[in-house]
């Protein structure tokens, strides 16, 4: 099996034009294509024809039972009562995690305003994922992004699970040391790439997860994601396949540890279990 735990379905070349059912076909195409059995949707840090809400993104999956939404919060118009129709979405197992997007805004994950957010994650027991690292947008600013700032969280709410995005990329050790040194921390591999990977940085990037794999994270604390469109799911899998790790290692990574941070019901799901896995064998 494998679970993306990392995509979107936004309209990045025209934001002004909606395209929520275009994209949706888009995504179950690419999924189909490429053998892959479930994707985590993450909704936007802002809303616009082309980046559709929670509401209406819950509202276009709820038949679709091989997508599950995470919902992005956006920290400038956020307010405590917007949470309650994400606790609802939550109750009825629509949302499965909550996104936050420090450099898209500026803000830092510990900010005041946002413990009313840690609560819900704590009370719903849901992850929160973090972007971290270089932001696709040139009007990002990074420093609110890096990693190190997920540990002030950590230690904050020992009883939220957090997933820091894109492996804090380019602070991969910085990252490690914070997936390694809180047991509610985790990390995701999506985004290290726009479009293809090209031989000499998937090279490099194999190296930097191998050696993060090899010194302090386990395999158990790290997801599988493309952040497919920007990155190119097909791609991503034939990094994986290269990746020189044990295949039990690989499984955790591709399905396992997903399917148990969000409560991914795989084995009720009727899905075939199929893909990367089988060709390791």
């Given amino acids: 099996m494998i679970i993306d735990c990392h995509t979107h379905i936004n309209n990045y070349h025209n934001e002004t034009q909606e395209s929520l059912s275009e994209d949706l076909d888009k995504l179950q195409k690419e999924m189909r294509r490429n053998r892959v ?15 559709p809400s929670t509401r209406a993104v819950v509202e276009a999956t ?5 997508l599950h939404v995470v919902a992005g919060i956006c920290y400038t118009t ?3 009562g917007d949470l309650v129709e994400i606790r609802d979405f939550i109750k009825e197992g629509s949302v499965k995690g909550l996104k936050l997007y420090p450099g898209y805004k500026p803000f830092y994950p510990a900010d005041h305003k946002l413990e009313p957010l840690y609560r819900l994650a704590a009370e719903c027991d849901v992850p929160v994922m973090i972007h ?3 932001t696709y947008s040139p009007r990002g600013k990074v420093k609110y992004a890096h990693p190190l700032h997920v540990d ?6 020992p ?8 492996i804090g990329n380019p ?10 040194k809180n047991k509610n921390v985790y990390t995701d591999i999506s985004g290290l790439v726009l479009g293809n990977f090209k031989d000499r940085f998937q090279r490099f990037m194999m190296k930097q997860l191998q050696e993060m794999l090899l010194f302090g994270v386990e395999p158990t604390k790290v997801l599988f994601g493309s952040d497919w469109p920007i990155s190119s799911m097909e791609s991503y899998l034939r990094f994986m396949e290269d990746l020189a790790i044990p295949a039990s290692d690989k499984k955790k990574i591709m399905y396992e540890n997903t399917a148990r941070l969000f409560k991914l019901d795989v084995a009720g799901s009727g899905l075939k279990r199929n893909s990367l896995l089988d060709r390791l064998k």
């Fill in 37 to 51: 059995d479930i994707a985590l949707v993450l909704t936007s840090y802002k809303v616009s024809p082309g980046r």
């Fill in 62 to 66: 709820r038949d679709l039972p091989n």
């Fill in 152 to 157: 002030d969280v950590a230690v904050d709410y």
């Fill in 132 to 134: 971290s690292g270089d």
């Fill in 171 to 180: 602070w991969i050790r910085d990252c490690m040391e914070v997936v390694f």
């Fill in 159 to 166: 009883d939220v699970t957090f997933v820091i995005c894109h």
């Fill in 78 to 80: 956020f307010a405590p």
